[in-house]
């Protein structure tokens, strides 16, 4: 092999390894300014005048601030770092929890058919209750152990009414309709 094509050969080795081993974050200084009671106009004047960091950097380290703000304990101390690395995991965990949250009512949309009765009213004792009525449909092939949720009731300009929590312990085999009522 020439010297040219091992010359070659090592830049671009070095390329890829200097591309691959880029940090998280930018490793500009104003990283590492540490927070007190005197210097976020000055770290503000740092950040914007900063070309290295990322738009998504900026938004991670403003609303970090704003989040941890409340316990000045929470950003006095920490440093531009800190507080864009602890906004970052904890977007992540609510994306996670988004996620979780959507795929479950997917599931739910996906597995089961839902349909709302209506009231039917009740005497108990002294006090007449309405009973909110309706059934539940097991489409998956999967047996439902549990029913818990929320039904809520919104006006045609989509205000919410009221919320009932639901949750019932009554196995649902697939293909079955049970009717649940709730008080």
Do not use: W
């Not at 092999?1 to 200084?29: D, R």
């Not at 531009?80 to 977007?91: A, Y």
């Not at 949250?101 to 839902?114: C, E, G, M, P, Q």
């Amino acid at each position: 092999m020439s010297n040219q094509k091992i010359a070659i050969f090592l830049l671009l080795t070095s390329l890829v390894i200097s591309a691959c081993t880029k940090g998280e974050f930018s490793n500009s200084t104003t990283m590492q300014e540490q927070i007190t009671l005197h210097n976020l106009g000055d770290i503000s004047q740092k950040v914007k005048n900063e070309p290295s960091f990322t738009k998504e950097e900026i938004e991670l380290f403003a609303n970090g601030l704003v989040r941890l703000a409340a316990n000045k304990d929470s950003v006095v101390g920490k440093t531009v770092l800190d507080i864009i690395k602890s906004q970052k995991q904890f977007v992540r965990s609510r994306s996670l929890s988004f996620c979780e949250n959507t795929i479950s009512r997917v599931d739910l949309a996906l597995n089961h058919k839902f349909h709302y009765v209506g009231f039917q009213p009740r005497d108990e004792g002294k006090q007449s209750v309405d009973v909110i009525v309706f059934e539940i449909t097991n489409t998956s092939d999967k047996d439902i152990r549990e029913v818990e949720g929320a039904l809520q009731f919104y006006t045609q300009n989509n205000q919410l009414v009221k919320v009932y929590n639901l949750k019932f312990n009554k196995p649902l085999k697939p293909g079955e309709t049970q009717r649940f009522g709730n008080p």
